[in-house]
């Protein structure tokens, strides 16, 4: 029962973590009609850039964290304005500039910081223990920092006007545009929001699991899955779709070992497809 | 609109023309290194031209690695544990295990819209993989399939490197001509798709059917570039057929130009020479991957094939040579 309740909560905050990932994918794809393949990167250079602030600089935790997001939504925002603005309804274009950019950031990442994974650790280690069943501190944090941020994006992307804007966008880019809401605004904004959240979860994740320059494609790898099955431009989907992965892995990986998982969590993806091809909370795909 | 079909034919053809004397390069090359990198190079073409199947339907496959696993695993079983070494056979096998494996894949998958059809090829890889893993006693696991004996025909053993390079060259016709003959067969259907799919269907073309074609023999001609690679390896391993090589493919087809054949041809071949040029600064390959995959992307739409038409054109327009990529790229924020 206890390790029932653990696997629980790895699975709960593996599954924050992912819709962390897989939120600002989504939100990208469905407001511009772009596959980021920059988004694993993100999460990549978060890591590697609070790893230097924290561990190299001596900057405190939460705020080389808090740079190495504004410094990566910042890097964000300008590749958005130089590389994607202008291709922005050709989607075989975007993907393509997109994954020529992730394979010279990695480039880059590897020449700054090695190939070899870098000894990046938690500042609070040990673990919350009551009785048979325990928590480390580290996932707790992580757990609580990303469900605040995916609080945020959802009044973010719900309550203000900057995300009614967004949503009108993603709606009806024409009618949008004819209200009076400018793309030249609102894309690298949305491109910002994007990236830093990866550059959060990279740079609060890492240092728990582990830091080396090709865990972008992992994580990319996991918003595919997390997209197909939610819906792709569907935020909500995502959430409900990333706890789903998240809690299939933790307890696959417990109560069946090794890759059984990956097995389990691609039947359920097939599965789906089979029967509702455009996601959970998604509908008609759009015809980007 | 007829001189362009012509002309596209043409272009096709030399692309086919350009591999015919690579045939020499067996028995005129002694060099190892030269012999390897005609190799990777062919290996690279047959795989972008699986790619460019695809394209010709604006349908970006990245189940490339997969289909190539399916197509190199089922020639190494076939000869390891079935100690059938014909090389007709193997070919086939090669070809068609795959074309078969695709059908109840491809119902599945075309059902899907362009951008969920790009993820699920992708994941599509991952679950080979896995499955690769997960059933050693099929396919060695992670071991992979050692000691994969040489083909043999009509007496001949191809077992010396000039002759295992000869069967990679030949694999490369045979996909090539599957490629020219599936392109130009469906030629209107597939353009009649990649320039307007709904319209296509309005006007009645079974959209599905011509999708699930290319589908098939995309996936047949990628078997082929795994049996090749597998042949001259002698063995098959997971980790020929990484999902992340399939990026290298597009990147071929992409850089040389989708509009002809002879642009996977042009690409595979200047990109897979490049990345050995730098390989002594191995991790530079990437990043020069990258750069040159943006910069055609965002300079010659058309690809380097593309662009050099356009250039040589004796008409100002060039006629309908870029694709439809770069009106569409012009045309800001919709």
């Known amino acids: 029962m206890n390790g029932l309740i653990s696997t629980g909560l790895i699975g709960l905050s593996l599954g924050a973590q992912y819709a962390m990932i897989a939120i600002g994918f989504t939100l990208i794809f469905g407001i511009m009609g772009v596959i980021n393949f920059m988004h694993g990167g993100a999460y990549v250079l978060g890591g590697y850039l609070a790893f230097t602030l924290y561990h190299s600089l001596g900057v405190p935790f939460a705020v080389a964290i808090a740079l190495a997001v504004i410094a990566v939504a910042a890097f964000g925002y300008v590749l958005e304005v130089l590389l994607v603005d202008k291709y922005v309804n050709d989607h075989l274009a975007t993907m393509l500039i997109t994954l020529g950019a992730n394979l010279i950031l990695i480039t880059g990442v590897i020449v700054v910081w090695g190939a070899e994974p870098v000894d990046y650790r938690f500042p609070i280690p040990g673990s919350f223990r009551a009785g048979g069943f325990y928590f480390p501190y580290s996932s707790a944090i992580v757990l609580a920092v990303c469900a605040t941020s995916i609080a945020g994006m959802y009044y973010l992307i719900f309550r203000t006007r900057y995300g009614i804007a967004l949503r009108a966008m993603a709606d009806n880019r024409m009618v949008a545009t004819a209200q009076g809401i400018r793309p030249s605004r609102m894309f690298p904004l949305a491109f910002a929001l994007a990236m830093g959240l990866a550059a959060l979860t990279g740079a609060m994740v890492t240092p728990i699991l582990a830091l080396e320059p090709n865990l972008g494609e992992s994580q990319l790898l996991k918003a595919f899955i997390v997209v197909i099955l939610g819906g792709l431009g569907s935020v909500g989907g995502a959430t409900i779709a990333a706890f789903i992965v998240g809690m299939v892995e933790a307890y696959s990986s417990v109560y069946l070992g090794g890759s059984k998982g990956s097995l389990v969590l691609f039947g359920i993806v097939l599965l789906l497809l089979l029967v509702r091809p455009s996601g959970l909370m998604g509908t008609e795909a759009r015809k980007a | ?334």
């Open chain 2, 1 to 334: 609109m007829v001189a362009q079909r012509v002309r596209d034919f043409r272009l096709d053809l030399a692309g086919l023309a350009v591999l015919v004397p690579l045939l020499l390069v067996p028995f005129l090359v002694r060099s190892p290194l030269y012999l390897s990198l005609t190799h990777q190079t062919v290996v690279g073409i047959i795989a972008a031209m699986g790619v460019y199947i695809m394209l010709r339907m604006n349908l970006l496959p990245f189940t490339v690695p997969a289909f190539m696993a399916i197509g190199g695993y089922a020639a190494a079983m076939l000869s390891v544990w079935g100690g059938m070494t014909n090389l007709l056979v193997l070919m086939t096998a090669s070809f068609v295990i795959p074309m078969l494996v695709a059908v109840p894949l491809g119902i599945l998958v075309l059902r899907l819209k362009g951008t969920y059809f790009i993820f699920f090829t992708f994941i599509l890889n991952e679950i080979l993989q896995v499955a690769i893993f997960e059933t050693p006693s099929l396919t060695g696991g992670s071991d992979g399939i050692a000691g994969v004996p040489p083909a043999t025909l009509l007496g001949i053993e191809f077992g010396t490197p000039s002759l295992l390079l000869l069967v990679t060259i030949i694999s490369g016709l045979v996909a090539g001509l599957v490629t020219l003959v599936v392109t130009h067969v469906y030629r209107a259907e597939f353009a009649s798709i990649e320039e307007n799919e709904t319209l296509a269907e309005s006007l009645g073309l079974a959209v599905w059917w011509y999708r699930s074609i290319g589908f098939v023999f995309s996936a047949g001609v990628s078997g082929l570039a795994g049996f090749a690679m597998v042949h001259m390896l002698t063995a098959a391993h997971p980790s020929s057929f990484a999902s992340f090589s399939a990026i290298n493919y597009v990147a071929y087809a992409f850089v040389g130009g989708r509009g002809t054949l002879l642009g996977p041809i042009v690409g595979a071949a200047v990109l897979v020479i490049l990345s050995n040029l730098f390989s002594s600064q191995g991790l530079y390959s990437a990043a020069l991957f990258g750069l040159l995959l943006m910069v055609v992307v965002m300079a010659a739409p058309g690809g380097l094939v593309g662009e050099i038409r356009r250039l040589v054109s004796w008409r100002p327009t060039g006629g309908r040579l870029q694709p439809l990529t770069q009106e569409r790229a012009r045309g800001k924020h919709g």
